[in-house]
């Protein structure tokens, strides 16, 4: 016969295991994953902050998609004119260059999205309202300054926006960019989580890093600039939340989007322990 002190230590045994499954929190990465914001938003702004300013720089798509390997914006100009013969040899010129052209990117790409040229990506809006929904708390989490943030998600969200998420991270609270965790260490602290109580969702090979070592497990939807994201140890991973086909592992066939039920799945299905990160993953 089995002791009362071995059912009460299998018991609370099983309840740590159900409780690392529990799913608290979504976390949500910008740019490239609510939408197409590199190609469509940040490169356009670019490129017309440089004409504005009577430069002959332009980047093309191919090689913004080679600099996105920088994270940042004023970090990935920075990095272009460090291999450009004309650009200043001064590092403060070059610094205050930067910062000028940069500044411009951004009020240039503000105005792209109030015209309604940056669509959410599919699936984006459902798998918000499924959240709201259901009371599960959001976050945000992301390499961009805030400004952008607050541009993009004023326009499809209201001015009341922030009330969507009970923690909205930017480049402003963690200059530490992806791939560094930092970013998500101080939205779990917000939001006073373990690692493995949220799910992010990412597009980029920085992004995921980040979740990743900071121990928090990811779910990647493959965008522009990264159709076939390398995704070992993510929860999940697909080309869109607007549909269900090419996922892995597989989403419901019936369904046409990824929706919160399909992820509360994926969290119950995964293989223990949730936590996927080979490097240390605690805060
Ligand atoms: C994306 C970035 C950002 C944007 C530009 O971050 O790396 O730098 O490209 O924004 P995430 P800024 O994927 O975490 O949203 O010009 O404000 O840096």
Redesign the pocket.
């Known amino acids: 016969m089995r002791s009362a002190a071995g059912r009460a230590r299998r018991e609370r045994s099983q309840r740590a295991a159900a409780d690392r499954r529990v799913f608290k929190a979504l976390l949500w990465?910008?740019?490239?994953?609510l939408a197409e914001t590199?190609r469509d938003g940040?490169l356009v702004a670019f490129n017309r902050a440089f004409e504005a300013l009577g430069m002959p720089w332009r980047w093309s798509e191919q090689h913004y998609g080679e600099l996105l390997a920088v994270?940042?914006?004023?970090e990935?100009l920075v990095c272009d004119m460090s291999r450009r013969e004309e650009a200043p040899r001064d590092a403060r010129q070059c610094e205050a260059l930067a910062n000028t052209l940069?500044r411009l990117?951004?009020q240039i790409y503000a105005g792209i999205v109030r015209r309604g040229e940056l669509p959410l990506r599919a699936g984006v809006a459902e798998l918000l309202s499924d959240c709201c929904r259901a009371h599960l708390p959001m976050g945000i989490v992301?390499?961009?300054?805030r400004g952008?943030v607050a541009a993009l998600l004023e326009w499809h969200l209201g001015s009341h926006w922030e009330h969507h998420f009970a923690t909205v991270v930017c480049?402003d609270e963690a200059p530490r960019?992806?791939p560094d965790p930092q970013v998500y260490r101080l939205a779990l602290e917000a939001l006073r989580l373990r690692p493995h109580q949220a799910v992010a969702i990412e597009d980029?090979p920085a992004?995921i890093e980040a979740a990743q070592r900071a121990g928090v497990p990811v779910i990647v939807t493959h965008s522009h600039y990264f159709p076939a994201c390398a995704a070992v140890g993510a929860l999940a991973f697909g080309p869109s939340l607007g549909r269900s086909d090419g996922w892995r592992p597989g989403a419901d066939p019936r369904a046409t989007r990824i929706s919160l039920e399909q992820i509360i799945h994926w969290c119950a299905h995964s293989p223990t322990p949730l936590i996927s990160s080979p490097a240390g993953c605690e805060p």
């Open positions: 990465d910008v740019d490239g994953t590199e940040h994270a940042g914006g004023r990935r940069h990117k951004n992301t390499t961009t300054s952008n480049a960019k992806k980029a992004g």
